[in-house]
């Protein structure tokens, strides 16, 4: 699971690198070899469930957790197709902000899956939670602004749907991480 959260974490630092490049043709080989990495992750965990007779968490929770740091990649691999395919419609956004949110919630996520092995206190847990709901309610927040400056009809009609798309993508990546801390909150409040 560890493995599994320091993939995501390398994910979201692929995507601030392709959102970086200006000079040179983005390409999505690191980006589906990440995906690829994490469902490798996920399968050695589905195989380690079946062969273990035993196992620390219950096998449901585990499958959960693993399915949920599974989407943060593959997610942020759907973002970086898009981006890629319409790279010259969206020259010159901006997504630093809601790429600043993603960063730190995949931080907390990354905190909180290493806090399972060392049986973490649960008020640790439910701050680092909380964290993340805040940073999910400061990306929706984000998204409103974004739309609200999209929908002033100064900008070519294409380029604010493809505008829309891609913030909706990335504010979905926060949702997953935000998801992935909640199975890892109802992990700790039943072991507590």
């Keep these: 699971?560890?493995?599994?959260?320091?993939?995501?974490?390398?994910?979201?630092?692929?995507?601030?690198?392709?959102?970086?490049?200006?000079?040179?043709?983005?390409?999505?080989?690191?980006?589906?070899?990440?995906?690829?990495?994490?469902?490798?992750?996920?399968?050695?965990?589905?195989?380690?469930?079946?062969?273990?007779?035993?196992?620390?968490?219950?096998?449901?929770?585990?499958?959960?957790?693993?399915?949920a740091l599974y989407r943060i990649p593959k997610t942020i691999e759907k973002f970086s197709q898009k981006y890629i395919v319409c790279l010259d419609q969206v020259h010159?956004?901006?997504?630093?902000?809601?790429?600043?949110?993603?960063?730190?919630?995949?931080?907390?996520?990354?905190?909180?899956?290493?806090?399972?092995?060392?049986?973490?206190?649960?008020?640790?847990?439910?701050?680092?939670?909380?964290?993340l709901h805040q940073l999910e309610g400061e990306a929706d927040k984000l998204i409103l602004e974004l739309f609200k400056t999209l929908y002033t009809g100064r900008h070519d009609p294409l380029r604010v749907i493809i505008s829309m798309d891609l913030y909706e993508t990335l504010e979905e990546i926060i949702d997953r991480c935000r998801d992935a801390g909640n199975v890892i909150f109802q992990i700790v409040l039943k072991y507590s």
Excluded: W, Y
């Excluded at 630093?96 to 919630?105: D, G, I, K, T």
């Design 1 to 67: 699971l560890e493995a599994s959260a320091a993939q995501a974490q390398s994910s979201v630092a692929l995507l601030v690198a392709l959102l970086d490049q200006s000079h040179e043709a983005p390409r999505l080989d690191a980006f589906v070899q990440s995906r690829r990495n994490e469902k490798l992750i996920n399968e050695e965990i589905t195989e380690q469930l079946c062969k273990t007779f035993v196992t620390p968490l219950e096998r449901e929770d585990i499958e959960a957790l693993s399915t």
């Design 92 to 131: 010159g956004v901006d997504f630093s902000r809601q790429v600043q949110l993603l960063e730190e919630a995949v931080v907390t996520v990354t905190a909180m899956v290493k806090t399972l092995r060392r049986h973490a206190n649960i008020e640790q847990v439910k701050a680092q939670n909380k964290r």
